[in-house]
């Protein structure tokens, strides 16, 4: 019984992700409309998008190889898969310990991959251009990423995000200026691996500054839906691992019961409104920076990173 | 076993005179590799019978140094390492049954073949000093040879001299470390310096000398600079060899020398290690990036990824120092399963840019692009192999990445506050070189096998045999299996880990769906499986749902590019634009890179030219002045060679005289 209830409650998280990643966006659209006194699209737009693409057929170049038709799966379903480890509504879910925080980055490092390598199949100059700077920019993020994790580490004992998310809900840690240095670093990182402003502008077609659309340019119909629902998954994994490890408040124990399940998912949906709230805002108070700045912006990520650690063994308390 | 693994080597050896005499006929190649294939398949199986369950054993032979003799030992690592050398062999003769036909010149690569990989499994049998440096000089001359196999193109024998300089510089230091591991005794036998006490400081010289050694064989920074000229050279196979294997073989030079002979480390001895394990890491992958050449990119590659089996390896002498034996363990496993892995898929890559170069005559990547349609198979083998040595899961090059993360996230244990502040930051070096090896490979990836055919030799490629495709096919395979069970394959180290440390990680293959856990379950675990199995099944089952809820339809048309598409295959990313962004971010520092743009005036009808300049620092810094100076003192000391009769007699007789006065005092 408890074994089917166990799969169940992983069901509901697969289903819950993927149904909250379109909703997650239309809020920060709606917000940053709101915050420039535009009407804006209605919340549910994102979900109307994904559905429109998928009924249109797909425009494939000429030359365009099999690897391009079969990238957009692989890499919706790894990120997919990223997120439904991360606890979200509860702890200790059936397969949460099949990858631990640094597994999860990897798969993501992964999707990440296949959709740069997407983005030279068809031999165009954009497509190159996208690919060729995000890996750049991962190539920043993914040290500054591990310092956070060492930090992070170094506090709980683990990289297994349901322990690090019990234990930071357990009130053993308290506050701390490395795990506030962590958390500046780590929105930092989130920004610039969504492609959000400052680092990319997810809603420009303006060639020369574009990344992640420029890769993904030569897509269309099903499978720019599906690779669309995948960054919108990827933004939820970034915002859920900052919602359990920093603000756990709410997330439901391994043996709690309906109650608490329910209180989790409310807590939960709070948590990520609040989020699309901040990033909106953000997001509207900041210009995008010129590409070859953001070594500066992430290097800024790594040194707090390294900070964090430092301070950690300069005094454990700290 | 110790006898069946000789006679395996014997049988390698009695190989080369066979392929001097049969050179001439049609069938040589076919033939010797069968042989070798079959030879080694069994070196395989006596190594892993070894491995599973039959103790050490040994055997000394009358040979060599008439009060020495030649001693040879199969122990738990010997049998490990022979099972890497022999997959590694077996695949390679398997790829060159098919690869070997069209070599222009068999004559010169057939006979060297074999007594190569015999001299690459005498080093790991080798049980004293003597033998062990016969062994490696032996390996290095067979390889030079194959090196130097093409010597009508200037660039091979440039290479091969290079490669011949540091071999022997690698040896001559190793020697100069058994002299001090065998003491004034001069017993030389590895039983009686393992009983033997040395003191930390002429440890350290000796580790000092065997980083030399060892390293320059396998490529650390700063003494990896003959690497990439030489592995190249070599005809595919052998630098699959030469790249995924021989290297490994130097580690194993190290890892016995120093955890097996020293005896216990003292703690700073990691400090070096560590710390060129970190830098060695991110310069390869570096230098990785900076190449247009396929197989100049993989073998810079082969830099980095020793790295990081000496960042695993460091770790492990900073935990074994402190006594922490099971920490120990893990940073060692996980050294140990990277040379494994490593070897599986630089071979594998090694053998697609073989296959691409047979198929196209080109090594340069601005040449090629679009092989993906003309070499399906080859193009998706490659592709795992990518995969895996960018360290992604579910393959095999992220578990053992994941391991060394792991060792480092346990480095806050130890009680020295140099390796505390150190160890983080070869972390993030590591993770660093992990990114930009995913970098590197999809521009490896993405400008050979995609986009447009970049010239004609690329349009007309055909797939290569069937023979090099099931090498290939194999090894993907292993990569694969490697990454979703890993377990397997870390208790198959644990008796390893036992004799070098003295226990091993927890038991693996028992635990609940494969998973494993380095340490304890609360502290972290991967399951290769489960992520391998889960993001199939998502994967299929969205492809699924859309085909049947959504549409199928599917229309081609030409590329849109924002409206701009360009006709032209030159118009397309290249190898060097790709690298732009990280050459300006890391190379303005690296390589002191500049971009010289040189736009003409408008109305002005002569073409604008863009050119890269980078400069090899090391090379300036450490090689060029030692060229620099021993051709002065040659040029100098040219004199000598026209003197007179009379002054050479002058000459003979001061230098005597001297001699005899230096004996006086």
């Known amino acids: ?110 999707a990440r991959f296949f959709l740069a390598l997407a983005g030279l199949d068809v031999g165009t100059s954009f497509g190159g251009i996208g690919s060729s700077r995000e890996v750049m920019i991962a190539s920043l993020a993914e040290p500054a990423m591990l310092m956070i994790v060492f930090t992070l580490a170094l506090v709980v004992g683990s990289t297994q995000l349901s322990v690090m998310a019990a234990h930071m809900t357990s009130g053993a840690v308290g506050l701390r200026v490395s795990l506030g240095l962590a958390l500046l670093a780590l929105i930092m990182v989130s920004i610039a691996e969504n492609a959000r402003i400052p680092i990319d502008n997810p809603t420009t077609h303006l060639e020369l500054t574009m990344v992640h659309e420029a890769m993904v340019l030569e897509y269309s119909g099903r499978h720019l839906a599906l690779i669309d629902l995948a960054s919108e998954l990827k ?7 900052i919602a359990c490890l920093f603000v756990p408040w709410g997330i439901a124990p391994p043996d709690g019961g309906i109650g608490a399940i329910a209180v989790g998912m409310a807590s939960y949906v709070a948590k990520l409104a609040v989020g699309g709230v901040l990033l909106a805002a953000f997001e509207t108070s900041i210009a995008k920076m010129r590409v070859f700045r953001v070594p500066a912006f992430l290097g800024a990520a790594l040194m707090l990173g390294l900070l964090g650690t430092l301070l950690l063994f300069v005094s454990g308390s700290l | 076993m110790v006898i069946s693994a000789l006679s395996g080597v014997m049988a390698l050896l009695l190989l ?69 050398v022999n ?21 010169r690569v057939l006979p060297f073949y074999p007594a190569y990989l015999a001299g690459m499994n005498l080093v790991v049998l080798a049980d004293d000093a003597f033998s062990f440096l016969l062994a490696w000089e032996f390996m ?81 920074v700063p003494l990896h600079a003959w690497l990439p000229l030489a592995h190249p050279a070599a005809p595919s196979h052998v630098s699959a060899l030469m790249s995924g294997v021989m290297t490994k073989v130097a580690v194993y030079g190290f890892v016995r020398i120093v955890f097996d002979l020293l005896g216990m480390p003292a703690w700073w001895w990691s400090i070096p290690v560590l710390a060129i394990g970190g830098i060695t890491a991110v310069m390869g992958v570096l230098y990785a990036l900076m190449q247009h050449d396929l197989k100049r990119l993989l073998a810079y590659h082969t830099v980095e990824n020793i790295g990081i089996i000496f960042i695993g390896l460091g770790l492990a002498l900073a935990f074994k120092a402190h006594g922490m034996a099971v920490a120990a363990a893990l940073a060692l496993t996980a050294g140990l399963l990277h040379v494994f892995n490593h070897s599986v898929f630089k071979s594998l890559l090694f053998f697609g840019a073989g296959a691409v170069l047979n198929a196209t005559g080109e090594r340069d990547m601005e040449h090629l692009g679009g092989l993906i349609h003309r070499m399906p198979q080859t193009a998706f083998v490659f592709l795992v192999g990518c995969v895996a040595i960018s360290a992604l899961p579910p393959f095999n090059g992220f578990v053992s990445e994941w391991l060394t993360f792991q060792a480092i996230l346990l480095s806050p244990q130890l009680p020295s506050w140099g390796l505390k502040f150190l160890v983080p930051a070869v972390g993030a070096l590591l993770a660093l070189s992990a990114a930009l090896a995913a970098a590197c490979f999809v521009k490896a990836f993405g400008v050979s096998f995609l986009g447009r055919a970049r010239t004609a030799a690329a349009t007309q490629a055909q797939e290569t045999d069937s023979n090099s495709l099931a090498a290939m096919y194999f090894l993907s395979a292993v990569c694969l299996v490697a990454g979703v069970l890993p377990g397997i394959f870390i208790d198959m180290l644990a008796p390893v880990t036992n004799t070098l440390i003295g226990t091993s990680m927890p038991h693996q293959a028992g635990l609940d769906w494969l998973t494993i856990v380095p340490v304890a379950e609360s502290r972290s675990s991967y399951n290769g499986l489960l992520v391998f199995v889960f993001v199939a099944m998502s994967g299929s089952i969205a492809a699924f749902a859309i085909h049947r809820l959504a549409s199928d339809k599917i229309r081609r048309g030409p590329a849109w590019d924002c409206g701009y598409p360009d006709s032209s295959p030159i118009t397309q990313y290249t190898a060097s634009s790709f690298a732009q962004p990280i050459r300006r971010v890391y190379g303005t520092s690296v390589f002191h890179a500049r971009e010289i743009g040189d736009m003409p005036p408008p109305g002005a ?61």
Request: charge should be positive; aromatic fraction near 10%.
């Open chain 2, 140 to 220: 290095s001359l067979t390889s030079w040879a194959l090196v130097v196999a093409h010597h009508q193109e200037r660039e091979n024998l440039q290479a091969g001299y290079v490669y011949l300089l540091m071999a022997g510089f690698g040896t001559l230091v190793l020697l100069f470390a058994f002299g001090l591991l065998a003491g004034n005794n001069g017993n030389y036998l590895f039983e009686s310096i393992r009983t033997a006490h040395l003191n930390a400081g002429v440890g350290a010289i000796v580790l000092v000398l065997v980083l030399l050694g060892a390293g320059s064989k396998a490529g650390i």
């Open chain 1, 235 to 241: 933004l939820l994994f970034y915002v859920s691992v």
């Open chain 2, 605 to 665: 009808t002569r073409p604008a030219h863009f050119t890269v300049q980078l400069r090899d620092l090391i090379w300036e810094a450490a090689y060029a002045p030692i060229g620099a100076f021993v051709e002065y003192a040659a040029t100098r000391l040219n004199v000598l060679q026209f003197l007179t009769i009379r002054r050479y007699l002058t000459l003979v007789f001061s230098v005597l005289v001297l001699l005899l006065l230096v004996l006086a005092i």
């Open chain 1, 1 to 110: 019984m408890s074994v089917i209830r166990d799969f169940a409650l992983q069901g509901t998280q697969m289903l819950l992700v993927l149904f909250l990643a379109p909703l997650f966006i239309g809020i920060v659209r709606v917000v940053k409309a709101r915050l420039l006194r535009r009407q804006g699209p209605p919340l549910i737009q994102p979900y109307r998008d994904l559905a429109r693409l998928m009924r249109k057929e797909v425009v494939l170049a000429h030359n365009a190889s099999w690897l391009f038709r079969v990238i957009p799966y692989v890499v919706f379903a790894g990120t997919w898969v990223a997120v439904s480890l991360v606890p979200t509504f509860r702890t200790g879910l059936l397969f949460s310990w099949t990858a631990d925080l640094i597994a999860l980055i990897a798969l993501l490092a992964s």
């Open chain 2, 16 to 84: 080369s005179p066979i392929a001097v005499l049969l050179v001439a006929s049609q069938r040589a190649s076919t033939l010797i590799y069968a042989s070798c294939l079959i030879v080694t398949l069994l070196l395989t199986a006596v190594g892993g019978e070894c491995l599973f369950g039959q103790p050490t054993s040994s055997i000394s032979l009358p040979l060599g140094l008439p009060w020495l003799g030649a001693h040879f030992r199969l122990d738990a690592l010997s049998a490990f390492f022979i099972i890497v």
């Open chain 2, 87 to 107: 997959i590694g062999g077996a695949t390679a003769s398997l790829f060159a049954i098919g690869y070997g036909e069209r070599e222009s010149s068999p004559q």
